[in-house]
């Protein structure tokens, strides 16, 4: 079974510019995560889907950020503009249904954004 | 203030030998989970271990263990007889009861082993 892909890999914009990251999460998994680790910090929260709902966006750092996620399948993540401090790696992930403390997030292996 | 705190950068570990990957956490619910992951270059993020916060035993994986010390509010993982494959970048990360939907993540130790 596929895990969480993500597209692109990595993407280099220019200031200004728009990007558009994508998320495939497990199938049949309800959630969805975002989250985002700037160069040498720790990975932050961005927000969570269940199917199509945006459960929780507390971690969206402003509103150049927007998350989609069309008929509770794949997700995506524009940021527009983009600025200098958007750059760092953008992860994704997916858990089942049922979400509780233990329950194992699936991870996909990140965009790596980079802002010039 | 950080939920989690990794104070380690980097670590270098000789192969077959032991190593001990630091791991301190902030939280004032009771029932939490604590979990680590570890990111090989290839960038994917691999789940290794769970405690949970009423667990009365040390979880174990294999080569990896997690000493949980609740007192002290650390849980560090330890990975025996490394092998050249656990050179990576490993994470520490807790989910709460009251919003178990969030992980909150340390900054990361940056494993070498060496041959």
């Known amino acids: 079974e596929a895990g969480v892909t993500q597209f692109p890999s990595h993407s280099v914009i220019e200031k200004g510019q728009t990007v558009t990251l994508r998320c495939d999460p497990i199938s049949g998994h309800d959630n969805l995560y975002w989250y985002r680790r700037v160069m040498g910090k720790e990975i932050k929260f961005l927000l969570h889907f269940v199917k199509e709902s945006k459960q929780d966006e507390s971690g969206m750092p402003n509103n150049r950020f927007l998350a989609e996620r069309t008929g509770g399948t794949y997700s995506t993540l524009k940021v527009q503009p983009a600025e200098l401090e958007d750059s760092g790696v953008y992860f994704c992930a997916s858990s089942q249904e049922s979400d509780g403390l233990n329950t194992e997030a699936f991870f996909g292996q990140g965009t790596r954004l980079t802002v010039v | 203030a950080q939920k989690i705190t990794q104070t380690q950068p980097g670590m270098f570990v000789q192969e077959k030998e032991a190593v001990t990957l630091d791991c301190t956490y902030d939280t004032s619910d009771p029932s939490y989970g604590l979990f680590w992951y570890k990111q090989p270059s290839s960038g994917e993020m691999i789940f290794l271990i769970y405690?949970?916060?009423?667990?009365?035993q040390n979880a174990t994986e294999g080569r990896y263990s997690l000493n949980f010390q609740k007192a002290r509010k650390s849980a560090n993982l330890v990975i025996s007889a490394s092998q050249l494959g656990d050179s990576a970048m490993y994470f520490c990360?807790?989910?709460?009861?009251?919003?178990?939907?969030?992980?909150?993540f340390g900054s990361g130790t940056k494993l070498n082993v060496k041959p």
């Open positions: 405690q949970g916060s009423y667990d009365q």
């Open positions: 990360a807790m989910r709460e009861g009251w919003n178990f939907n969030k992980f909150y």
